[in-house]
């Protein structure tokens, strides 16, 4: 299996929803990553988790929390978000060891629409 | 910071010729270097990747070569058909554990049938 699952698919939600984003993986890769993509450009990195550990964090606005459950799971909560926060929410991974440990598999993405 | 130049921006190309985009970094720590493929509507695709302890890398139609010194990179796409009409991104990074990458800014490749 060497997929990254991402729900759901497309999201619309208003300022004032809460909603969550959910990402899995079951490659036993040990790293996995959050990133913001708008159109005609290139992906954003937002967050990093390492061996379910936060890693890294690109100063991304309290509005978007992240959350690693367990080594499969990723999910991204969100929270009074803005419309200039619409875009492409692409989750990755990769191995985080070995040779190849930083080669990243990325999923299809959520297309989120914040009216 | 790393900073990742790529050209050209957009590439129109007959089927069956070939195609190459270019990119150049800034950090002459990055060691690792992947290109991704990104149809509309999907994520990217990881098409060849390369590291600093390689010049040159093809996997099929596809190569890509490094050139340290300089510090710039290439993808090179032959016999080119118009499946490979895509957006192309290629990316820097220093091989750790859970780095971070910086992607160019993309090439919009249109495989002319």
């Known amino acids: 299996d060497t997929e990254v699952t991402q729900t759901p698919k497309h999201l619309v939600m208003g300022m004032t929803n809460k909603k969550s984003l959910k990402c899995e993986q079951h490659m036993g890769h040990r790293a996995m990553y959050w990133y913001k993509q708008k159109a005609k450009k290139p992906p954003e990195l937002m967050f990093v988790y390492s061996y379910e550990k936060l890693s890294i964090n690109e100063s991304v606005p309290s509005r978007f929390s992240p959350e690693c459950p367990n080594s499969s799971l990723l999910n991204l909560h969100l929270h009074a978000l803005q419309p200039e926060d619409s875009a492409l929410y692409l989750c990755a991974s990769s191995p985080g060891q070995g040779v190849r440990r930083e080669t990243q598999y990325f999923g299809p993405g959520t297309r989120l629409l914040v009216l | 910071g790393e900073n990742v130049e790529q050209h050209p921006s957009t590439l129109s190309v007959q089927e069956g010729d070939s195609a190459v985009i270019k990119c150049t970094y800034s950090?002459?720590?990055?060691?690792?270097f992947p290109w991704y493929k990104q149809e509309l509507g999907k994520g990217p695709q990881l098409i060849i990747d390369?590291?600093?302890?390689?010049g040159e890398k093809k996997d099929q139609r596809i190569a890509v070569t490094l050139n340290k010194t300089a510090k710039h990179f290439s993808l090179h796409i032959t016999e080119t058909q118009p499946e490979d009409s895509a957006v192309y991104f290629c990316a820097a990074s220093i091989q750790t554990n859970a780095g971070k990458s910086t992607f160019g800014d993309g090439t919009t490749l249109t495989v002319k049938p």
């Open positions: 390369i590291r600093s302890n390689v």
């Open positions: 950090d002459s720590a990055s060691n690792y």
